[in-house]
């Protein structure tokens, strides 16, 4: 019997990508943002962070796209992520909290609303598209690494990605469908064994240590994502 161990990160599903050859301040080639039509609302410096939106047709393709930044203190240049909230979670909500500890880290956040969010907070932004790793979360995660160059004091060879898809996973591994993953919470940092047969089938599955803390920590995390 085989057994697959998915550890899920304390805080970070993050991907971190550093351009070595270009200058600190030299933007990554291709970048289409039009910061006439980024409009920020409020300060990022603060402990709320700033509101934006963003309304613009970029190469033939519109934008409609709102969500939070939070920024250091100082004038930089700060390495910076792009924040993106699980299923049912918001800018506002979960991508907030995770800005405001990255911004004890000295980095700049922006998070933008995606399309997994309630229906009603995501009502009239643009590219639409599916939930999870759809076509259009990816222009809207690409249009907000963009806007970063709107921002200033942001190192632009310096910008990681904070996200993951184990929800995906998991709806795939355990034959879940939509609705069901849905009311799937998995909690942060406690290992997920899954055991399979010869034939590389699922025969179960379970979280590592006591069952009691990883159920709370579940709890903690449905939780979050209502918000």
């Known amino acids: 019997m085989r057994s697959i161990i998915r550890s899920v990160p304390l805080l970070l599903g993050i991907l971190l990508a550093v351009a070595v050859a270009p200058p600190a301040w030299s933007a990554p080639s291709g970048i289409q943002a ?24 970029d190469a033939g393709l519109t934008y409609a796209l709102e969500g939070v930044l939070f920024a250091p203190a100082g004038t930089g240049p700060f390495p910076a992520a792009v ?21 004890g880290w000295g980095m700049v956040a922006i998070a933008p609303m995606y399309t997994h ?51 995906a996973l998991c709806m795939h591994l355990d034959s879940l469908d939509e609705e069901a993953v849905t009311q799937l919470n998995i909690p942060t940092g406690i290992p997920l064994v899954y055991s399979l047969d010869e034939n590389l089938e699922v025969t179960g599955s379970r979280y590592l240590g006591d069952a009691e803390a990883a159920a709370k920590a579940a709890a903690a995390v449905a939780s979050e994502t209502s918000q």
Not at 34 to 57: H, K
Not at 83 to 103: D, E, F, L, N
Not at 139 to 148: G, I, M
């Open 117 to 167: 969010a309630p229906d009603a907070e995501d009502q009239g932004n643009l590219p639409d598209g599916p939930d999870g790793a759809s076509a259009a979360n990816v222009q809207r995660t690409r249009k907000a690494r963009e806007l970063l160059a709107c921002v200033g004091g942001v190192d632009l060879t310096r910008v990681a990605a904070h996200g993951n898809s184990l929800r």
């Open 34 to 57: 039009n910061c006439n039509a980024f409009t920020v609302v409020g300060d990022p410096r603060t402990t709320n962070g700033a509101n934006w939106t963003y309304r613009s047709t």
């Open 83 to 103: 924040v993106s909230h699980g299923k049912g979670g918001t800018p506002r909500g979960y991508s907030a909290r995770m800005a405001r500890i990255m911004v």
